[in-house]
């Protein structure tokens, strides 16, 4: 796990151009909320870190697992999408329930990934996140919040 959180704190000093190019792919929207882990886990397995991006406002906030390392904007988002992307062998996204305003959703989910480090050690994560999306002027929807580790119990 520390090795994770450290691998993702590095990738915040390489230049926004230091990851891999990759085909550009149709970017999907998300137009309801209902489908947003869908598409999330979607982009992830196919490694599209623009679809990944698109998913989120320019000026949305991650947390990252340990609660301490968070960032901010699309280039910073890029860049950790970009390594997360590299190590994560499989994820499943649960929705375990979602709060819906007229333009914010609240959602808290359970997710269960299997990445691998630079090591080549196979490591599972199992945890709860906490995510917001923001309708926007066309009516799609955008992550504005990603805590990754908010849901988990603190007690």
């Known amino acids: 796990m520390k090795s994770l959180i450290g691998i993702l ?7 926004a151009g230091a990851y891999a190019e990759q085909a550009t792919l149709p970017l999907e929207k998300i137009t309801d909320p209902d489908m947003a882990h869908a598409l999330f886990m979607k982009a992830i397995t196919e490694k599209n870190i623009d679809q990944l991006c698109a998913m989120y406002t320019d000026d949305a906030v991650m947390v990252l697992r340990d609660g301490k390392l968070e960032v901010s904007g ?6 950790v999408f970009s390594i997360m992307v590299d190590m994560v062998e499989t994820l499943h996204i649960e ?6 305003g007229e333009n914010t959703v609240l959602f808290r989910s359970k997710y ?3 990445y691998v480090t630079p090591d080549g050690d196979r490591q599972e994560v199992v945890s709860s996140g906490i995510e917001v999306l923001e309708r926007q002027e066309d009516g799609s929807w955008l992550f504005s919040i990603d805590h990754q580790n908010g849901g988990a119990n603190v007690l």
Not at 74 to 79: E, F, G, I, T
């Open 95 to 100: 929705t375990v329930y979602q709060v819906e």
């Open 9 to 15: 704190m590095m990738c915040m000093f390489l230049p």
């Open 74 to 79: 699309q280039s910073s988002l890029r860049r």
């Open 112 to 114: 269960r990934s299997v």
